[in-house]
């Protein structure tokens, strides 16, 4: 091997690994070809990667270490993809809703003029905000000093801020009336992407949620600027229950976020999930609401309620072990804690799914 080809083989191996890193390539190939190891590498045929809340907070060093510290709190935060206007809060997709006509016809016969149909829907950002406030006093006694509270506060109020998104993005104006619809508007009940597991206990029934992430289907929006901006603390007079004023400190946080659902078919609902027999989340139960979609679609994720998730571990179990075997030793043996369907597709268990839901009818 000449030192020329050497030095093309690394500096080619270098480039491969380089992409790799970036995304750019998911996987290597090794071929032996007169004694070499050639690399071929195989392409995702995607050069983007999906970007979470998370990401698109990460360069403000203050606003990304606080969303990464409470994040946890709110796991669906975490995978949800979203996207940032470039300007502004809201936009506007073109959707096709009908196709031309086609089809078979004898020679020398016409066929009628067609073309396809289409409809415009908007996306928009709802206003976020939150306000902290303490007694300065407090501040200062306190053995950290104000920026000790202070750090607490700003904690407080990004927790806080992650679990009312996480609960809006399925609960939508049954959470906060000001904010944005939710999937569980999206996805009416009796509507073509709604599956009822028929629970009837009033008030303890939980919704499960199949969603197809991208920009063409559904994404969290942030509107253009900061998603969150949470301004300095400063100096301000308080005043008390009484109308008595105080020194305090006060901050303020806002951002613009919105939730965009394009195809009619990006999400698929599972409504009526209770603890009732036979009324919990189970493999089949998933298969079937899949069923729903359009041939060759399929949830990027599902969402559902720790509950949901315990159900469908009990199920697999009983399936599985033939009702909890128990092993020689006395232990009971269950399956492991569900993380995806029988087909792969990630289970996220979430407390921003309620299980004390009215029975839907």
Not at 8 to 18: A, G, N, P, R, T
Not at 46 to 60: H, K, Q, S, Y
Not at 251 to 271: E, M, N, T, Y
């Amino acid at each position: 091997m000449t030192l020329r080809l050497a030095a093309k083989i690394v500096f080619s191996l270098l480039c491969v690994l380089l992409a790799v890193n970036h995304g750019f390539i998911v996987g290597l190939s090794i071929w032996c070809v007169g004694g070499l190891a050639l690399i071929k590498p195989q392409y995702t045929g995607e050069f983007c990667e999906r970007l979470t809340m998370l990401d698109l907070v990460r360069p403000d060093p203050l606003i990304g270490g606080l969303v990464e510290e409470n994040i946890i709190r709110a796991p669906e935060l975490q995978v949800f993809e979203m996207a940032q206007l470039e300007s502004g809060i809201s936009y506007k997709t073109l959707h096709r809703i009908g196709l031309p006509t086609t089809g078979f016809r004898k020679i020398n016969q016409g066929v009628d003029p067609s073309k396809s149909r289409y409809e415009s829907r908007e996306h928009k950002c709802f206003l976020f905000s939150g306000r902290v406030e303490y007694d300065r006093a407090a501040g200062q006694a306190d053995s950290g000093g104000l920026a000790a509270i202070e750090a607490r506060e700003s904690s407080g109020v990004m927790l806080s801020s992650m679990q009312e998104i996480g609960s809006q993005i399925f609960n939508g104006v049954a959470n906060e009336a000001e904010g944005f619809p939710g999937l569980k508007a999206f996805t009416p009940f009796g509507g073509a992407y709604t599956l009822n597991a028929t629970g009837a206990a009033a008030n303890t029934a939980s919704s499960i949620y199949g969603v197809i992430m991208g920009e063409d289907y559904c994404r969290l929006i942030g509107g253009a600027g900061d998603i969150f901006n949470l301004g300095d603390f400063r100096d301000e007079t308080l005043r008390d229950e009484n109308d008595k004023p105080f020194a305090g400190r006060a901050a303020d946080l806002l951002g613009w976020v919105g939730l965009q659902c394009s195809a009619k078919f990006c999400v698929v609902r599972i409504a009526n999930v209770t603890a009732e027999v036979g009324k919990g989340c189970t493999d089949n139960l998933l298969v079937t609401a899949k069923e729903l979609l359009p041939s060759g679609f399929s949830p990027t994720f599902w969402f559902m309620s720790r509950r949901s998730r315990a159900q469908l571990r009990t199920s697999r179990s009983a399936v599985t072990m033939a009702a909890l075997q128990r092993t020689g030793d006395g232990v009971e043996v269950s399956a492991p804690v569900p993380t995806a369907d029988v087909d792969g597709v990630p289970i996220i268990a979430t407390d921003s799914i309620p299980n004390t839901d009215a029975i839907e009818a």
